[in-house]
Antibody, heavy 125, light 107 residues
Framework: QVQLQESGPGLVKPSQTLSLTCTVS??????????WSWIRQPAGKGLEWIGR???????IYNPSLKSRVTISVDTSQNQFSLRLTSVTAADTAVYYC?????????????????WGQGAPVTVSS | DIQMTQSPSSLSASVGDRVTLTCRAS??????LNWYQQKPGKAPKLLIF???SLQSGVPSRFSGGGSGTDFTLTISTLQPEDSATYYC??????????FGQGTKVEI
């Protein structure tokens, strides 16, 4: 059973950079059939897809965050990371890492099938 | 981006009831629609993929339907453990994937 675990500071000052790491166990981030994703959820609100990375290096980000976000993979540590620059209070949220795979029903049918438990991050001075 | 709209935003029902949640896409997305269940303080859990396929391990009282722009999630016989917020997610062609705002189901 694949497990994902987020880690990183729970408090970030405005204008600084939010950095989170997701450690994957019982699975490999190098497996080319999966994408590694970040999603966030402000308190009491819905889910926002941040972006994903393929171990081959390709990334896609949400256009609303594209200028500030970087997702990277460290295959040696079996981890992937999120960096979000120039944060404001609007970036306060629970941040989830997740694995995107295909449901296997013929053509690529994306599903977020494994999630971390979530890392709460507050942006405040 | 494709916008997803869920209705109602919340509902209250009794154990044993049949409940149907609705999700509408701002453009046709074929059957590229997933449903997730989220309980307080927990990560979302995949219930339904490709609009109508049940994820392994999910009880058969959950079912999904629809195509194009209009989709439904039905719980045939509501159980106490089904109290949660349910989100739809579109995965049509290429990211960014987008979610609906959620429907909170109270028992």
């Amino acid at each position: 059973q694949v497990q994902l675990q987020e880690s990183g500071p729970g408090l970030v000052k405005p204008s600084q950079t939010l950095s989170l790491t997701c450690t994957v166990s019982s699975g490999s981030v190098s497996n080319g059939i999966y994408y590694w994703s970040w999603i966030r959820q402000p308190a009491g609100k819905g889910l926002e897809w941040i972006g994903r990375m393929h171990p081959g290096g390709s990334t896609i980000y949400n256009p609303s965050l594209k200028s500030r976000v970087t997702i990277s993979v460290d295959t040696s540590q079996n981890q992937f990371s999120l960096r979000l620059t120039s944060v404001t209070a609007a970036d306060t949220a629970v941040y989830y890492c997740a694995r995107e795979g295909s449901s296997g029903s013929g053509s690529y049918s994306p599903i977020l099938d494994y999630w971390g438990q979530g890392a709460p991050v507050t942006v405040s001075s | 981006d494709i916008q997803m709209t869920q209705s109602p935003s919340s509902l209250s029902a009794s154990v044993g009831d049949r409940v149907t949640l609705t999700c509408r896409a701002s453009q046709s997305i074929s059957t590229s629609l997933n449903w997730y269940q989220q309980k307080p303080g927990k990560a979302p859990k995949l219930l339904i993929f490709a609009a109508s396929s049940l994820q392994s391990g999910v009880p058969s009282r959950f079912s999904g339907g629809g195509s194009g722009t209009d989709f439904t999630l039905t719980i045939s016989t509501l159980q106490p453990e089904d109290s949660a917020t349910y989100y739809c997610q579109q995965t049509y062609i290429s990211p960014p994937w987008t979610f609906g705002q959620g429907t909170k189901v109270e028992i």
